[in-house]
């Protein structure tokens, strides 16, 4: 059945930066809305970032806008978020979906799913 995996996580120092990854297989992600997510510890899960399949339109949130930047590779049916410039409270379980949405924009959190990720750990820590 269809599944996406994240990778790319790990600690890192304020400032810095990582790219994460996410794989689809069993389906096509271009088909897609992709969605990606973070949840901090003890903390709700906040929507972050999407990207349309359809018109290649982008949406990020105020709390990363300006430092991180959501892409695909069709080819490789893998989705990327590249995180640059990071602050402590970047702190987060880094998940991704396939969102049931043929646009993105600040509602996208609100529409429905067919596949998530498990999520991916990154730690911004001196």
């Known amino acids: 059945q269809g599944q996406l995996v994240e990778s790319g996580g790990g600690l890192v120092q304020p400032g810095g930066s990582l790219r994460l990854s996410c794989a689809a297989s069993g389906f096509r992600l271009d088909t897609y809305t992709i969605g990606w997510f973070r949840q901090a510890p003890g903390k709700g899960r906040e929507g972050i970032s999407c990207?349309?399949?359809?018109?290649?339109?982008?949406y990020y949130a105020d709390s990363v806008k300006d430092r991180f930047t959501i892409s695909r590779d069709v080819t490789e049916n893998t989705a990327y978020l590249q995180l640059s410039t990071l602050k402590v409270e970047d702190t987060a379980v880094y998940s991704c979906a396939a969102v049931r949405s043929e646009i993105c924009n600040h509602a996208f959190v609100h529409y429905g799913v067919d596949y998530w990720g498990k999520g991916t750990l990154v730690i911004v820590s001196s």
């Open positions: 990207f349309s399949g359809t018109d290649g339109s982008t």
